[in-house]
């Protein structure tokens, strides 16, 4: 198995600040990397697909990148609907895995 | 604009067996290079996913579940549906359905339905 993990696991930040997360694999994974988004109470949201692609709809602050074992998404201007709970997925060996999870509050 | 939405029941007794559906509007479901996903979340955890289906019946499930794990497509009904059977306390959890695209060996989710919470009683 790929272990995902991401760090940190969760982390404070205020209205407009520049928020990294970090999602490291076990193995080089080249760029099968995506990024989800889940607000409270609610289902997950593709962010960015194969490391940096931007999902259509999302806005243009997220940006994703990386490739091999280490990856980010960055949030240029954290906005108050981004208070969230983000997940990376991986699927270099046609196994779907995720990542534990980072908590931005 | 696809839409997916999970139906089944909320209450399942340990070592019996959990059935949900997922119903797909907004494109069918037996379209060429379409896939459709299952994946749950435990109550104050992460994701995990459970497996995917293509219209024609091929099957990818999570190793971990394999041995329990059943996925079947209704193209008559535009629904897709998961059995896990012998399930226990740990398998309580919020069960999503979602669209999942493929291009060679990059896969993602998305569109998501609401979710299904299953709690397991015993």
């Known amino acids: 198995d790929i272990l995902m993990t991401q760090s940190p696991s969760s982390l404070s930040a205020s209205i407009g600040d520049r928020v990294t997360i970090t999602c490291r694999a076990s193995?080089?994974?080249?760029?099968?990397l995506n990024w989800y988004q889940q607000r409270p109470g609610e289902a997950p949201r593709l962010l960015i697909y194969?490391?940096?692609d931007l999902q259509s709809g999302v806005p243009s602050r997220f940006s994703g990148g990386g490739s091999g074992t280490d990856f980010t998404l960055t949030i240029s201007s954290l906005q108050p609907e981004d208070f969230a709970t983000y997940y990376c997925?991986?699927?270099?060996?046609?196994?779907?895995?995720f990542g534990q999870g980072t908590k931005v509050e | 604009q696809l839409q997916l939405q999970e139906s089944g029941p909320g209450l399942v007794k340990s070592s019996e067996t959990l059935s949900l559906t997922c119903s797909v509007s907004?494109?069918?479901?037996?379209?060429?290079?379409?896939?459709w996903g299952w994946i749950r979340q435990p109550p104050g955890k992460g994701l995990e996913w459970i497996g995917s289906?293509?219209?024609?019946?091929?099957?990818n499930y999570n190793p971990s579940l394999k041995s329990r794990v059943t996925m079947s497509v209704d193209t008559s009904k535009n629904q897709f549906s998961l059995t896990l059977n012998s399930v226990t306390a740990a398998d309580t959890a919020v069960y999503y359905c979602?669209?999942?695209?493929?291009?060679?060996?990059?896969?993602?989710?998305?569109?998501w339905g609401l979710g299904a919470l299953v709690t397991v009683s015993s």
């Open positions: 979602a669209f999942e695209t493929r291009r060679h060996y990059y896969r993602w989710f998305g569109p």
């Open positions: 907004g494109g069918s479901i037996s379209r060429s290079n379409y896939y």
């Open positions: 289906i293509y219209y024609s019946g091929n099957t």
């Open positions: 193995q080089d994974i080249g760029t099968y």
């Open positions: 194969a490391t940096s």
């Open positions: 997925q991986q699927s270099f060996n046609n196994i779907v895995e």
